[in-house]
C-alpha cells in the first residue's frame, strides 16, 4: 500500500493528536491502535464499510469517525497535529461517562472503544436464541469450541477477530475431586503486580499471580454439582483461546475507603517472544507474542499524564506519542514502571500468521523453470519494495541478513540478494525465518548452474 513506502514523515503515522483538555488518556490509546497494524489496514482500506453497511441498528458514526481518525493519522500532509474532536463527540454518545474532560482511566476507555467499535461492525444481524444444550458431559477441548462458537453466532466482527481470546476457568471439589470448567471471552487480561521480596519482578510473574491456584474457602464456597453442596474448592485460569493481539493491563491502581494508590513497581517485560505456553489450557503451539505498543501512566492518581510509545508497522522503530508531540526512541527505552497497557501481537510463526510463508508459496508456485526463478524474484520484490527504498549493503537489518551478508558480499549476484532480504526484514509482515528461506533459495538458485563447470 502506498502510503507505506512515501518518505514523508506524516505518512508513516507518525502525527500527533490535540489534547483537547485531559484528553491525554484518549490520544495514547488511539496511537496504539493506530499502530495496530491490521486495525488500521481496515480503516486504510475501507473495509469496515462493508461490515458498517450490514449494520441494520443504524449506528455507524463512532466506527466512521474512528476510522477517518486513522486515516488521517496515515495519510495527513505536514507535520500539523490531528484535532480528534469530531471522534470524542461520538465516544461520548456511546459512553456518556467521557462527556467533559475529567482525566479517565485509558484502560477503561479502550474496553469502552473497543466494544463501541465491535458493536457497529458485527456481522451478526440477527442473534440467535438462547441454546438449551447441556454441554458439562463433553471433554474440556470439545465443550470450549462449541461455547467459543457459540459465542461468535452473537458477537462476529473484525475487532473480536483480532483482540478477543478465551479463558478457561476450572473449578475443583476438594472433597469429591468434581471439576466443572466455565468458558468465556476476554478482551484483555488484568494482572495484578507481583511482590518480591529481592530482584525485579517480570511480566510472567505477574501472569503467573493471575492464573495461580486459588483457594474459595468459608464465605466464598461454592456448590459443588456432585456433594450438593456447599464445599470447599479450589480455582485456577487457564488460557484456551489465544488472541492476535494480546493486551495485558497492569493493575497499578488499587481504591480503598480512604483513598486511590497507585503502584509504581517497575514491570520487566519482554519486547520480543513473550512465551505464554505454560498457561495455554491444551497444548499450544500459537502463543508466542512480540510487544508493538506501550500505553504509559506517569505521575500519581492527583495527577498524571498518559503518553504511549508505538513501534511503527512500517519502519519497525519505536516513537514517542505525547499528544501532539511525536518523537523517535531507542527500544531499549519502552520499559518503564510508567507502563500500564502493554499491547502484544502473535508472532507470525503462529499459525494464525503465516502470512509470509503462504506469500512465498503463492510465488512459488507461480515460478515456472530454473532460469526463469531469479527473474521472477526481482518482480516480486520490485512490486513490494521500491527501489529507492533499498537500504545500503551494509545496512544489516539484523543478525540473519548480518551473517549472510559477512563473506558472500563479493560473490556474484549475493549483494543483490541480500539487499533484498535486508529490505524485506524491515517490513514487520517478513519474519527472519522468511527472510532466511528467501536468500537460502535464490543463493541455490543462483549456485547451482555453475557447479558443473566448477567440478569439471
Wanted: overall charge positive; proline content about 4%.
Amino acid at each position: 500500500f502506498k502510503i507505506l513506502f512515501q518518505n514523508s514523515k506524516s505518512a508513516q503515522g507518525l502525527v500527533g493528536l490535540r489534547n483537547l483538555g485531559n484528553t491525554c488518556f484518549m490520544n495514547s490509546i488511539l496511537q496504539c491502535l493506530s499502530n495496530t497494524h491490521s486495525l488500521r489496514d481496515y480503516c486504510l482500506h475501507n473495509a469496515h464499510r462493508r461490515d458498517l453497511n450490514n449494520n441494520t441498528r443504524g449506528n455507524t458514526a463512532l466506527m466512521e469517525e474512528f476510522a477517518k481518525l486513522i486515516q488521517m493519522l496515515w495519510t495527513s500532509s505536514g507535520s500539523e497535529a490531528v484535532s480528534p474532536s469530531e471522534f470524542k463527540t461520538q465516544i461520548q454518545k456511546y459512553a456518556p461517562r467521557f462527556v467533559g474532560y475529567n482525566q479517565q482511566d485509558a484502560q477503561e476507555f479502550l474496553r469502552f472503544l473497543l466494544d463501541g467499535l465491535h458493536n457497529e461492525v458485527n456481522r451478526v444481524t440477527v442473534r440467535p436464541r438462547g441454546h438449551g444444550e447441556d454441554l458439562d458431559h463433553l471433554p474440556d477441548d470439545e465443550k470450549g469450541k462449541r461455547m467459543w462458537n457459540r459465542y461468535l453466532e452473537r458477537e462476529d466482527s473484525k475487532i473480536v477477530d483480532l483482540f478477543v481470546g478465551q479463558l478457561k476457568s476450572s473449578l475443583t471439589c476438594t472433597e469429591c475431586g468434581y471439576c466443572s470448567t466455565v468458558f468465556d471471552p476476554f478482551w484483555d487480561l488484568s494482572l495484578p503486580i507481583a511482590k518480591k521480596g529481592y530482584g525485579e519482578v517480570s511480566l510472567m510473574d505477574c501472569v503467573r499471580l493471575f492464573t495461580k491456584e486459588d483457594v474459595l474457602d468459608g464465605d466464598e464456597k461454592p456448590t459443588c454439582h456432585r456433594c450438593k453442596a456447599r464445599r470447599r474448592c479450589t480455582k485456577k485460569f487457564t488460557i484456551q483461546k489465544f488472541p492476535k493481539i494480546l493486551v495485558l493491563h497492569l493493575k497499578r491502581f488499587s481504591e480503598s475507603r480512604i483513598r486511590t494508590s497507585k503502584l509504581s513497581t517497575f514491570v520487566n517485560f519482554p519486547m520480543k517472544d513473550l512465551d505464554l505456553r505454560e498457561f495455554a489450557s491444551e497444548n499450544s503451539t500459537n502463543a508466542v507474542y512480540n510487544l508493538y505498543a506501550v500505553s504509559n501512566h506517569s505521575g500519581t492518581t492527583m495527577g498524571g499524564h498518559y503518553t504511549a510509545y508505538c513501534r511503527n508497522p512500517a519502519s519497525g522503530e519505536w516513537y514517542t506519542f505525547n499528544d501532539s508531540r511525536v518523537t523517535p526512541m531507542s527500544s531499549s527505552q519502552v520499559r518503564s514502571s510508567d507502563a500500564y497497557v502493554l499491547f502484544y501481537e502473535l508472532t507470525t510463526s503462529s499459525p494464525e500468521g503465516r502470512r509470509d510463508m503462504l506469500t512465498w508459496s503463492c510465488v512459488g508456485n507461480s515460478l515456472c523453470g530454473r532460469r526463469n526463478v531469479f527473474a521472477n524474484m526481482r518482480a516480486y520484490v520490485h512490486v513490494r519494495v521500491k527501489p529507492e527504498h533499498m537500504p545500503p549493503t551494509g545496512n544489516n537489518a539484523d543478525g540473519i541478513t548480518s551473517s549472510m551478508h559477512h563473506g558472500w558480499s563479493s560473490r556474484p549476484g549475493c549483494t543483490f540478494l541480500f539487499r533484498i532480504v535486508s529490505t524485506l526484514k524491515t517490513k514487520t509482515c517478513y519474519t527472519s525465518e522468511f527472510c532466511f528461506w528467501f536468500f537460502l533459495v535464490g543463493f541455490c538458485i543462483h549456485i547451482f548452474p555453475r557447479l558443473g563447470r566448477w567440478v569439471g
